[in-house]
């Protein structure tokens, strides 16, 4: 079955320090994956994906295909990270399903 | 393009009553999506659309939940009778054919809050 899992609801980080948002998937082919945030009163949208191997707003994530996930990393938080994380599966039949989401709180 | 449009902004309900949501893709996008957000359960998908055509539904909760794409540009999420447990906020996302300039991005709408009483 195909299924993202966010284990944490929850992550409290103080401002400069580092942040890893864990995101695991299960997909027995060639995922593509994807992060999205939603900050406050704004729409969902797009962050990277791991195809691009890019960094966003200081943010990047590898695809470790041996362990099954899609971490995103940044190394100094900042306060307008403060924002709700989905990671997101998309299989080869275009459903794309997300995670239950992370709320990320920057701490001052 | 304005992005993906979504009515109501917001709906506050009785329970019993019917709900329509709608929504309006990006033109030219060919699949139309839509999920169900609520604090305990993330973002459910619920149904999903390929050229206007219902591809799996198998998200949908109940019998009580419709949906339907009647052209390119316009879709409904219907609600008959609606319950409390209803109570959350819908989204549309439209997203380009993969044999497009498709960078695999789901465009969402702003989302239509929805509480029944």
């Known amino acids: 079955a195909q299924r993202v899992t966010q284990p944490e609801k929850l992550l409290s980080v103080f401002k400069g320090a580092p942040v890893e948002l864990k995101c695991n998937y299960s997909?027995?082919?060639?995922?593509?994956l994807f992060w999205y945030v939603q900050y406050s009163r704004q729409r969902l949208q797009l962050l990277l994906r791991h195809i691009s191997r890019e960094s966003i707003k200081g943010f990047t994530a590898d695809l470790n295909k041996g362990e099954t996930s899609f971490h995103l990393k940044k190394p100094f938080a900042q306060e307008e990270d403060s924002a709700m994380y989905y990671c997101?599966?998309?299989?080869?039949?275009?459903?794309?399903?997300f995670g239950k989401g992370t709320r990320l709180h920057i701490l001052p | 393009d304005a992005g993906v449009i979504q009515s109501p902004r917001h709906e506050v309900t009785e329970m019993g009553q019917e709900v329509t949501l709608r929504c309006k893709p990006i033109?030219?996008?060919?699949?139309l999506f839509w999920y169900r957000q609520t604090m305990m359960r993330g973002l459910e998908l619920l149904i999903y659309?390929?050229?206007?055509?219902?591809?799996?539904d198998s998200g949908m909760p109940e019998d009580r939940f419709s949906a339907k794409m009647p052209n390119a540009s316009f879709s409904t999420l219907k609600i008959q009778p609606s319950e409390p447990r209803d109570s959350a906020v819908y989204f549309c996302?439209?997203?380009?054919?993969?044999?497009?300039?498709?960078?695999?991005?789901?465009?969402f709408g702003e989302g239509s809050r929805l509480t029944v009483l």
């Open positions: 659309f390929n050229n206007n055509v219902p591809i799996d």
């Open positions: 033109s030219g996008h060919d699949y």
């Open positions: 996302a439209s997203l380009a054919d993969r044999g497009a300039a498709n960078t695999g991005e789901l465009f």
């Open positions: 997909y027995s082919g060639s995922p593509e």
């Open positions: 997101a599966l998309r299989p080869r039949d275009d459903k794309i399903i």
